[in-house]
């Protein structure tokens, strides 16, 4: 393999950190590239397994959203000497079994101590030259299609609380802990136009982020987002992650309601909260187009039974590159 990589040169990077993207594409031959991501955060439910579960799925999730197929994955742990083994052992067990489902291998990592827990991978992919995924490229009249109902942020704040247990989260814990490889794989014989997770700047920010980069405008149709059970409640009842405060404060900047759109103001304020709510291991956003909708989801549907597949709106050039219009 080695004797066919190229010698190294700048044009090799084929995307580094200047986008938005979700990894670092940098090419190995004519017929291979390298993906290079890294993710990790502070638990967001308390039982371990689920925990690494989700953070793996999450730091896979950016290998999907460029195309590619993950290999191996890095441990990084940071916990505090005193929390024990066996509770770090249940993590890595989680992230284990979801790096295994992926097809890929854990071949090491690095721990420290440190008070407050923390725990993500550095993961390694590839993917064709030719058929990498960016964040841009969307084409006039695409769908915006999401795989992954909105809510985990808001489910996240609901359970720090103690409004809610992590039974009553079941649903949000396996939407975050199911892996988006079957949304990618979906995509084989398809022309998606562009592609990312939705992840910590929620839909709205993700979105813009697309239309932006594509030099077109968004359209939201407010009835075709999916959400989790309870999610509206806990928006209604302003149980929101801290950021999402400052998330609406940019999307102000670009994220208006149609003229013709029935919300109420009161309805309004609930629905910004939801769309600018910062998504963990959130599902993928797929610009398609219009006639390959249908093909797709009976291909994700075919690999991964009960999977959602939601056409929240299009693309089009009727407004400022970058906007989003909810109605």
């Not at 854990?106 to 420290?112: N, R, S």
């Not at 994700?300 to 999977?307: D, E, G, S």
Request: overall charge negative.
């Amino acid at each position: 393999m080695l004797d066919k990589i190229a010698p190294q040169t700048s044009q090799d990077l084929m995307l580094g950190f200047e986008t938005s993207d979700d990894a670092a594409v940098y090419r190995l031959n004519d017929d291979t590239a390298a993906l290079m991501t890294v993710d990790f955060f502070t638990p967001i439910v308390d039982d371990p397994y689920d925990f690494g579960r989700i953070t793996a799925a999450n730091a896979l999730s950016d290998i999907y959203a460029m195309g590619g197929r993950p290999l191996t994955a890095l441990n990084l742990l940071a916990f505090p000497c005193s929390l024990g083994p066996d509770v770090v052992g249940e993590v890595v067990r989680g992230g284990a079994e979801v790096i295994a489902e992926a097809g890929a291998m854990v071949v090491g990592g690095h721990t420290i101590d440190d008070k407050e827990p923390k725990y993500g991978l550095s993961v390694f992919g590839t993917v064709h030259p030719d058929k990498v995924l960016l964040n841009a490229g969307a084409h006039q009249g695409d769908m915006i299609v999401i795989t992954k109902p909105l809510g985990t942020g808001l489910w996240g704040t609901a359970l720090k609380r103690e409004i809610a247990d992590e039974h009553d989260a079941h649903e949000a814990i396996e939407s975050m802990a199911t892996l988006n490889r079957y949304a990618a794989e979906a995509l084989e014989g398809l022309h998606p136009h562009a592609c990312t997770d939705i992840t910590g700047f929620g839909l709205a920010g993700h979105l813009h982020e697309m239309a932006a980069a594509s030099g077109l405008s968004a359209h939201i149709e407010i009835e075709c987002v999916p959400l989790l059970e309870k999610a509206y409640e806990f928006a209604e009842q302003n149980i929101v992650p801290g950021r999402t405060k400052d998330i609406i404060a940019w999307a102000e900047e670009f994220l208006t309601f149609a003229a013709d759109c029935e919300l109420t103001e009161e309805e309004r304020a609930i629905w910004l909260k939801i769309l600018c709510d910062p998504q963990t291991s959130g599902g993928l956003m797929v610009a398609l187009p219009e006639d390959e909708v249908e093909r797709y989801y009976e291909q994700l549907i075919a690999l991964k039974p009960n999977t959602l597949c939601a056409v929240v709106g299009h693309f089009d050039d009727a407004k400022a590159a970058g906007s989003v219009s909810v109605r």
